[in-house]
DNA sequence: CTGAAAGCGCTAACAC
DNA sequence: GTGTTAGCGCTTTCAG
């Protein structure tokens, strides 16, 4: 590994004055520039990003929590963040929970202030007061795709507006004629995916109030998974067999949905429509093809990258709420007129 | 940011001793360590990484390079690579080369050997002289699920036998009865997945070589994904309308074939059987659900980890090739017995 | 058992 | 323009 210093013996110059060559600080040379150059390039000279590091006071990363990454949303996102956080130059650690508070305190406590300045948290199984705690000691945190941009957590987040997109999700059905739908949230009634549901409700409200009457009863909270969408299709089916559509709150259960379909031997969209929200990379892999509402997480990604950055660079007083875009409806093969009674 | 020397003074000892009681380095009386430990939760002292790298001269990260982490079976093995770093006390930088080799080669210029002296190198574009470089620069390179461990290349590696792998999803084909096959490649012929080709072939020539005489002409080299498998399976079967079953090397691309099956009107697996090669998370979420040969990946991930922090210990000479576990059988609903005449 | 001191490789004032 | 001088926060001999 060779050194800053042996640049500059090789060079004949000092230390500092490689250092200005290589960041473009200071006033250098023509000549010597070249000089430094040539050593540099000699011997193959890479800049100790570790020392620079400490030396600057911040580190050239950013850490990433996420639940698990197998889930596959989180690589969508993960792959813009990385992508943005590598348009600035810096690395980006991937910090799994697994689904366990413990492991996310962990990360945070060992991470946040030292390694990595900057802290990009997603549904991460994380206690608020942990991420006060590291924000406190010295880091940036910013919550990604924030479920509702009208209650800022007091965190500054990129949020992204699931209710809107619950709401596109249900004028859909509605606009097709459905009546009779069921609903399948994948968090519990409290929990991250609520406000898709509160869409839905606005959406029945506007067209029909009449129709959230027995809403409740056609409403069932899964985890988010295809299991559970699988599960929840079959009860709510049994339970309420003229049922036309299903709202899904998220497009991973919602391929359980489908499936659920396909065993109870009901046509997707003939007999069922089904609708999803995200538009994760598979929901077009789905056959059928599955419709859904489109949220922006390329932007959200690249908004939240850029927003840690700043709050790296300039501490700010209020935590910023930003919006990312607003979502949009993707028509594909899993929705269709609402069945003529037969 | 508290530091060490603050904890220290707090203490009434010295830097030194405190960094012995947290390392468990040296002596250390109860009394001072008792008074240290309640000094840094007092004031809750983290240390500084950075510093310790620094100080240590090796960063306790880990980079892991992968084309693309949208690529549905890297975050798999990313997520077992993430979780045997973390058991190690090392954080992962998860590197996109987003398949270009420019951003691949500048990856390693700047990472390795200073942030992080391990790199875990998946099938990303790299070329071989630039992990050559990186690890003449001090780093350790390991290649991850190398696919032919008959051929080391010269670089430490975990391999898995994908030929094997081929071999056995030929294998069941030819259990069920099936003669007239084709084949699906996620690679060009010298790529990365002709290895399992092979495999395919050997099962052949064992059974009976004369089907090997066609194969050639039934053989589709594609991208490795599913707009790949479902063009290369309409051409095939155009081609040869007799085929009662395709090969494909890998999961992803089995899916396109699945849906371009669909879309020829042939039931899967009555008209045609299709096997793919990995197990990859969603190969039992297909309708059918995939029949596929599982291959080690969470065992690759774990002996990569442990292999590449070994390296950074204790470096060696001969670059060691090590053989993760066997990949196995996975029968699910989408092969069945060859169909009979007319 | 504990302290003093040097140094990891780089940056950033400030002198010359 | 270029060199000098201090550190950044921690680890690690080596004394005491």
Redesign the interface.
Known sequence: ?TTLTEVAHHAGVTPATVSNVLRNRGKVGAATRERVLAAVAEL?Y??????R??AEGR???LALMVS???N?F???F??EA??AA?RHGH??????T?NDSN?GSAYL???A???SQGVLVMNADLHFDDLLKTQR??ASVVLCMWEKPDQPPGLPCIAVDFRQAGRLAAQHLLDLGHRRIGAIVGSEPDGVQAARYVGLVDALRDTDPSLIATLGTETAYVEDN?EGGYAATLALLDASPDLTAIFVSNDFPA?GV??AA?DRGLRVPEDLSVIGITDI??AR?A?PALTTVAVPTAQAAQMAVDLVLELIHAPMEEPPTRIAGEPWLVVRQSTGPVPRKG
């Open positions: 590994m193959g890479r800049p100790n990003l570790t020392a590091a400490l580190a050239p990363t698990s990454i197998a596959p989180y690589p969508e993960a792959l990385e992508r590598r690395f980006l650690l991937v910090c799994n697994d492991v406590d060992r991470i202030g030292t390694l000691r010295g295809v391929l489908l499936h396909a990379h598979w892999l056959r």
